[in-house]
């Protein structure tokens, strides 16, 4: 699965995939969809395309953004409560950012609301100071005397201005806690506001004190979420909530150019809802020592036994000794695969009499789970293999580029073929874990059509980069061709199938171990 | 590393004013390491046992909290198998303005009122729900078992 960030990081965007199948679209009979939700309007090109059933709105923000929201809200806020803005931050912290429950819970109990805060009393009146008290001692670190600087909130728990700085670091710097740190005085719930914080603590921790507030503003809010790819800044803000998560697969695009669940926050797993992801991974790894064999690279030809290894993305394997073509997945024959008897990617439940045996059950669902864990597993490992086979044909193309005069553009159309290939083996993936969970109804031939036909999009497509490199200018036109055809099967699919799920018409057994 | 102020004065207090049931002495080649006892309290089922615990104070002390655990087996649902103590002020709830004293104060009481919703130790917290009687029971015999004086 650590292939994933790879080939999430520069795909195309939407609008790239929809110009690309836009131009496939007339020839094509058998497509299906409603015009209009795949949103080309012929009458007017300066229309938004509407949405896919399997997208959602989602909006990505830069930090500066989301800061500036965020000190809009308190502003706002701020002169709907009257308060001061530093308490206004710490008020709508302390009410995870919930601007509504906040002015009502305000309105309705006003001292109530300010002393659950930490806040008690106006803090406007009388700003945060260090004192030195006689006949004090510090109850931290047992110091007394009368140079000690000392420091409390409103509660009165006084102690020495170097414990309660080393109280702050250890609470910023070790437990990267902000927004809710409370006084240091024994149970009590007051917090540490932002006026008395910037009294307390050193420069260098006030820039680590508000990168970890501003935290606090994306992590408390429902609709908003760090985009989790490696030394990313940005945050995505996205509407889906948690209960719709069996309904919808939430996939957002971040500026940086990954791909992820804003459910979940792993790598884009459409179609398959995120719960059912985190269930087929922790299967797979519960498996993995059962299903190791499966990842295996080499495989005998069933005709001759020879040793024949897997080197490209294609499933269509040909034995170099006695040609022999079949199929890497289920080493079936080849020429039955790519017509109508295509059915490699569907498992055939074995009924009768075996399965009544409590033993041939075990072996059936074990045989039943590696049916599909071997389709996962196998889109997953040709997906790195595609993308090797690639990025070689890619150095050479350069070369080519050099020798022939031949123009960056020219070959462009490798770059857009290997994207379409990632995505849609990533895609292919997780129909695999859909399907293992899938209940059997009349939806189901239909959604394992729409997988067979994009199965064979792909090896179509892949197939072409295992061809002699001087070759590969000559098919350009073809490639183009079986580029834009996988793209618009993988919308087919993710439309169909998010649309069904949306309506609730397929049924999951997720008590499936 | 020179001791603490605040460490050399709780021990003085501790040594000068001895909390009833509880005593903790520090070990003589390490005064942040003490060894520990609790009796347990009066009318729950661990009355009649003395309990080990063993009490490290780290570098960062009192920013956090100490580190401790029963040496003596015990059957409690917040306290597990190696003698962990699952309880708030040890965690999220401390502060550096408590003392060794009252932390030791905390888990005698724990052992009075035992919270098997906040379990550490998840089977013996089952046990309690489902049957506290046979569960108090149990902990009574380890008592006997595990904590005679
Ligand atoms: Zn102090
Ligand atoms: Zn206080
Ligand atoms: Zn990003
Ligand atoms: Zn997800
Ligand atoms: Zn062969
Ligand atoms: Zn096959």
């Known amino acids: ?513 | 590393m020179a001791l603490p102020k605040r460490i050399i004065k709780e021990t003085e207090r501790l040594m000068n004013e001895p909390v009833p049931g509880i005593s903790a002495v520090p070990h003589e080649d390490n005064l942040r390491y003490f060894d520990v006892t609790i009796d347990g309290p009066s009318q729950s089922p661990y009355e009649g046992g003395l309990f080990k615990l063993e009490l490290f104070l780290p570098d960062d002390y009192p920013m956090t909290p100490p580190k401790i655990r029963f040496l003596t087996k015990i059957y409690h649902p917040n306290i597990d198998r190696l003698g962990r103590i699952c309880l708030d002020v040890l965690k999220s709830n401390w502060s550096p303005a408590l003392q060794i004293r009252t932390i030791l104060l905390s888990i005698q009481a724990l052992l009075g009122a035992p919270n098997p919703d906040d379990p550490l130790a998840n089977d013996v917290a089952q046990k309690w729900k489902e049957d506290q009687n046979a569960a108090i029971e149990t902990a009574r015999q380890w008592t006997q078992e595990h904590a005679k004086p």
């Open chain 1, 1 to 513: 699965m650590d292939s994933d960030d790879d080939f999430n990081s520069s795909q195309l965007s939407d609008d790239e995939i929809m110009d690309d199948s836009d131009v496939a679209l007339d020839d094509d009979s058998d497509f299906e969809m409603d015009q209009d939700d795949m949103g080309f309007d012929s009458q007017d090109k300066d229309i938004k395309p509407a949405k896919h059933a399997y997208e959602v709105d989602f909006k990505v923000f830069s930090p500066q953004q989301i800061q500036s929201h965020q000190d809009k809200q308190i502003e706002e806020v701020s002169n709907i409560l009257g308060q001061p803005p530093e308490a206004t931050a710490i008020l709508l912290r302390h009410l995870r950012w919930n601007k509504e429950r906040l002015i009502d819970q305000y309105m309705d109990k006003t001292e109530e609301t300010l002393e659950s805060a930490g806040l008690g009393e106006s803090s406007e009146s009388n700003p945060p100071k260090l004192e030195k008290i006689a006949g004090f001692v510090c109850d931290i670190c047992c110091e007394d005397g009368p140079e000690l600087d000392t420091f409390a909130m409103r509660c009165g728990h006084r102690f020495c201005l170097d414990c309660y700085r080393q109280y702050l670091f250890t609470k910023i710097k070790d437990e990267g806690e902000a927004a809710r740190i409370r006084c240091p005085g024994e149970g009590c719930t007051r917090i540490v506001d932002s006026k008395s914080l910037d009294l307390l603590v050193s420069e260098s921790l006030k820039d680590r004190y508000h990168e970890l507030l501003t935290r606090t503003y994306v992590d408390d809010k429902e609709n908003l979420r760090w985009c989790p790819a490696p030394n990313c800044v940005f945050a995505v803000e996205c509407g889906v909530k948690d209960k719709e998560l069996m309904k919808v697969v939430p996939t957002v695009h971040c500026d940086c150019g990954h791909y992820f669940c804003f459910g979940c926050s792993l790598n884009d797993h459409q179609p398959a809802p995120c719960s059912l992801v985190k269930k087929w991974l922790k299967k797979c790894e519960d498996d993995s020592e059962t299903a190791n064999w499966i990842s295996a690279n080499t495989k005998e030809c069933s005709k001759c036994n020879s040793t024949i290894e897997k080197n490209g993305g294609c499933n269509h394997m040909t034995c170099r000794k006695c040609r022999h073509e079949f199929c890497w997945m289920c080493m079936g024959v080849w020429s039955e695969h790519g017509t109508s008897w295509y059915n490699c990617n569907r498992y055939e439940e074995k009924s009768g009499s075996e399965a009544r045996d409590a033993q041939a059950k075990s072996r059936q669902s074990l045989e039943r789970y590696l049916h599909y864990y071997n389709r996962y597993a196998n889109h997953e490992q040709s997906a790195k293999l595609d993308k090797d086979i690639y990025l070689k044909t890619e150095k050479k193309m350069t070369q080519l580029q050099n020798t022939s005069g031949m123009s960056w553009i020219e070959v462009q159309f490798l770059d857009s073929a290997s994207q379409a290939l990632q995505q849609c083996r990533q895609t292919l993936k997780w129909t695999y874990a859909f399907a293992y969970y899938l209940a059997r109804n009349n939806l189901t031939e239909i959604f394992e059509d729409n997988q067979k036909d994009l199965e064979m999009a792909v090896e179509n497509l892949s197939e072409m980069f295992e061809k002699p490199i001087d070759q590969l200018q000559g098919l350009k036109v073809d490639m183009l061709d079986r580029t834009a055809y996988c793209t618009k099967r993988r919308i087919i699919l993710l439309e169909d199938t998010a649309q069904n799920l949306r309506d609730g018409m397929f049924s999951f057994e997720l008590r499936k171990s």
